[in-house]
């Protein structure tokens, strides 16, 4: 066994306090999970088939591309739980003009219509105590945060740009 230095006084890190990123982080992990968990027990359906219903009532007919950017799920992800939601009976895909386009079927619509109102249940146990001016301005400021992931995209960009140009260790 080797004494390779260790580190053991803190240091720069993350004051999560003060750090949008593990709040939005935070709250996405136990509301994915939680409604994941409770969906499967009880439609046994998951989160991204859950996703991918609300996106056909929203939008029917579409194509799985498009599922993706509603949802913001990965096309790998999306092509396997459609699939799965079309075994279940609950999507139906069918070729138009060279183009597969995802349909509910009247079932998948029932259970999406079933499911959305417990989404609605959890959402206002979520916000429980913000009046209807505290939720006003949470949407705004989840909206801006929305459109300013753009920015974070160059920033990343920008980042491994710079790294490119530098030597590896």
């Known amino acids: 066994m080797t004494d390779d230095p260790i580190i053991t006084d803190g240091g720069k890190s993350v004051r999560a306090e003060s750090y949008a990123p593990y709040y939005l982080s935070v709250l996405n992990n136990r509301l994915s999970w939680g409604a994941s968990q409770l969906y499967l027990k009880l439609f046994d359906i998951g989160l991204n088939e859950w996703r991918i219903l609300s996106a056909l009532r929203n939008e029917p007919g579409i ?10 799920l ?18 139906q895909a069918r070729l138009e ?39 006003d301005t949470l949407f705004a400021l989840m ?14 960009r920008t980042i491994v740009e710079s790294r490119s140009d530098m030597p590896t260790a």
Request: charged residues 35%; glycine residues 4%; without cysteine.
């Open 63 to 72: 194509q799985a591309l498009r599922v993706t950017e509603m949802v913001a």
């Open 74 to 91: 990965n096309k790998s992800v999306v092509s396997r739980s459609s699939r799965r939601l079309e075994e279940l009976k609950l999507v």
């Open 97 to 135: 003009e060279g183009r597969r386009l995802l349909w509910l079927t009247p079932r998948g619509a029932a259970l999406h219509d079933e499911i959305i109102t417990i989404a609605y249940r959890r959402q206002e146990a979520l916000l429980d105590g913000f009046d209807q001016a505290d939720r």
């Open 143 to 156: 909206e801006r945060m929305r459109r300013n992931l753009a920015k974070v995209d160059v920033v990343d």
